[in-house]
């Protein structure tokens, strides 16, 4: 009777620095499980590596059994991408490592982390990295695929700040990269996602912020199109300090919002002002504000930067049914403020939501070619996610999700933000990477010839 990949793995790797675990185990089911409810597979192995030579040792194994292999850091990939079935998980969970070192302002960060264990690592010395909007998300995830969030405007993306990393090749070699080793990686790892190899390890470049002044403001969802003409003019004449996202979503049915909006749709931004003066934070907010009419909710305060950072929480708590789609956009003409309107009234579930995020300011401060990140000219990237927790409305969320993307497809500048689209084909990666992706072609030829890391937004050696 032959083994199984399990089996076969306490044999071969009867040393192992971690945990083992196959569909036989007890902990299989919840070791298999990503952030996506919708996702639903059957990897034959799932390896919790406890350092980088467990990590070298899952991809030789790997390779060694024909398996396909996926990589895991927080597992919040809409699309699944850290799990995969009949193959080999590389679960890095275990490798949580921060140190922060507050006279340099740097912070090594393990690639197992999640960004709210190192918001609170490094708030205690009242510093902070930019990262994104939910806390939960794993940090190599969202660094490899670029990295948007509350701070974008004011520090750049997360890759702008990455000063190195420690990466297990597909050969199982352990190197450094950084501006100064490996300078074709370190390019490469800056926005092209999982491609190159495994990064069990990132040093970022720390600012000081502490406390911010944020919140959301949230209008009827009839007042949408006038929300988001008054936005697409404000925002990109605000200083660096101001960023606010625009959304549609439904006001949740619980504390602390006010009980007579609860179940509102609205239209709406959520705000974070870099400093701890709420009267300055007002005056830079009061020319969007007094262009419209009164909102259901103005809910905006100081707050420490890691209680912003974990705000939507709650709401969506893993396990969930997800369905992405996303896009860069130049302009916001007047067509889509009303599609935009339309899609957003028709939100067919209270936790399905549209957000705008901007990316200028600091996020134009680095050139098209510095990074993969090619599309550093555009000035917001759009995300369009049907979520709910019950699976029988799985099709209406995709579906919707589906629609909305469509539907403004005309109105986009060609590409997406890799870290928040689906499963959409290879046309779909080469025109998100641009003029960029002959380049991370190459390096890939160079250091993963067999496309061993191909379960991701997938760049083929050239």
């Known amino acids: ?44 192995l799932v390896a919790r590596c406890a ?54 302002r740097t912070v090594r960060v393990g690639g197992g982390c999640v960004w709210g264990e190192v918001d609170r690592a490094t708030h205690a010395h009242g510093l902070a990295t930019p990262s994104g909007i939910v806390s939960t998300t794993g940090v190599g995830g969202l660094t490899t695929g670029g990295g948007l969030g509350h701070l974008t405007r004011r520090c750049g993306l997360t890759i702008d700040s990455l000063l190195s990393a420690e990466v297990v090749l597909a050969d199982g070699r352990r190197v450094r990269a950084s501006a100064d080793d490996n300078t074709d990686l370190f390019w490469a790892i800056r926005g092209g996602g999982g491609n190159f190899g495994v990064v069990t390890s990132f040093e970022f470049r720390l600012h000081a912020i502490d ?14 199109p006038e929300v988001l003409t008054a936005y697409r003019e404000f925002l990109p004449n605000a200083p660096r300090d101001l960023t606010a996202f625009f959304l549609h979503g439904t006001v949740p049915p619980a504390p602390p919002f006010p009980e007579e909006i609860q179940l509102r749709k609205t239209a709406g931004v959520v705000w974070c002002y870099v400093g701890d003066d709420p009267e300055a934070a007002a005056r830079e907010m009061a020319p969007l504000l007094a262009a419209l009419p009164e909102p259901l909710l103005h809910a905006v305060g100081p707050m420490p930067h890691p209680v912003l950072q974990s705000m939507f929480d709650g709401l969506y708590p ?10 860069f956009v130049d302009e916001i003409p007047d067509e889509a403020v009303r599609l935009h309107a339309t899609f957003g009234a028709e939100a067919p579930t209270v936790l399905s939501t549209m957000h705008l995020y901007p990316i200028d300011g600091a996020a134009h401060d680095v050139g098209p070619e510095e990074t993969p990140w090619g599309y550093r ?48 084909g290879q046309e779909r990666v080469r025109a998100s990477y641009g003029a960029n992706y002959d380049r991370l072609a190459r390096i890939k030829a160079d250091l993963d010839p067999h496309n061993v890391f191909r379960l991701n937004q997938n760049i083929r050696p050239a």
């Open 318 to 327: 893993p396990g969930h049914q997800w369905y992405w789609r996303a896009d």
């Open 51 to 104: 350092d980088a030579d467990a990590v070298a040792r899952v991809i030789g194994f790997a390779r060694a059994h024909d398996l396909p292999l996926a990589v895991r850091g927080g597992g919040h990939h809409g699309a699944g991408l850290g799990t995969v079935d009949g193959g080999v998980v590389a679960d890095l969970s275990p490798l949580k490592d921060i140190r922060v070192d507050p006279a340099n």
């Open 377 to 424: 000219g555009a000035r917001w990237s759009t995300v369009y996610a049907g979520v709910d927790p019950d699976p029988a409305n799985a099709e209406l969320v995709r579906r919707w999700a589906v629609d909305y993307s469509e539907a403004l497809r005309p109105f986009t500048a060609g590409g997406a933000y890799v870290n928040m689209m689906m499963d959409e």
């Open 1 to 44: 009777m032959s083994s199984t990949p399990a089996q076969t793995a306490r044999r071969e790797l009867a040393d192992f620095t971690g945990e083992l675990i196959g569909p036989e185990d007890s902990g299989y089911q919840e070791a298999r499980a990503v952030y996506n409810g919708m996702i639903d597979r059957r990897p034959a």
């Open 211 to 224: 406390t911010v002044v944020a919140g959301p403001t949230f209008w009827p969802v009839e007042n949408s």
